[in-house]
């Protein structure tokens, strides 16, 4: 058998509704909850030439404070990052096809 043969079938979201909507009544049906515990937030320091400048970009933007203005710039990076990545990946399938 060919590896593709063994890989299951990816399913939709409906598809996966349907299934778990099916199962929900039945408790043999369900592992074990998993315990899940929140991690404390992570503090870092900057340098002080660079947190003036963020200081000084954030009362430019009119942010209520710089940790707010530092949160949504490094969202809206690590969300421009994951695009770049995804479109790397696409570009990848679609040259080995």
């Keep these: 058998?060919?590896?593709?043969?063994?890989?299951?079938?990816?399913l939709s979201e409906s598809e996966i509704d349907q299934?778990?909507?099916?199962?929900?009544?039945?408790?043999?049906?369900?592992?074990a909850p998993v315990r899940v515990q929140r991690t404390a937030p992570t503090a870092f320091s900057l340098p002080v030439e660079l947190a003036a400048r963020?200081?000084?970009?954030?009362?430019?933007?009119?942010?209520?404070?710089?940790?707010?203005?530092?949160?949504?710039?490094?969202?809206?990076?690590?969300e421009l990052e994951e695009a770049a990545f995804i479109g790397f990946k696409r570009s990848l399938a679609a040259r080995a096809t």
């Design 54 to 78: 963020a200081a000084f970009l954030a009362q430019l933007h009119r942010t209520p404070s710089v940790e707010d203005w530092l949160r949504r710039v490094i969202q809206e990076r690590v």
């Design 19 to 31: 299934i778990v909507t099916a199962q929900s009544g039945d408790d043999s049906a369900w592992e």
């Design 1 to 10: 058998m060919s590896p593709r043969n063994n890989m299951t079938k990816r």
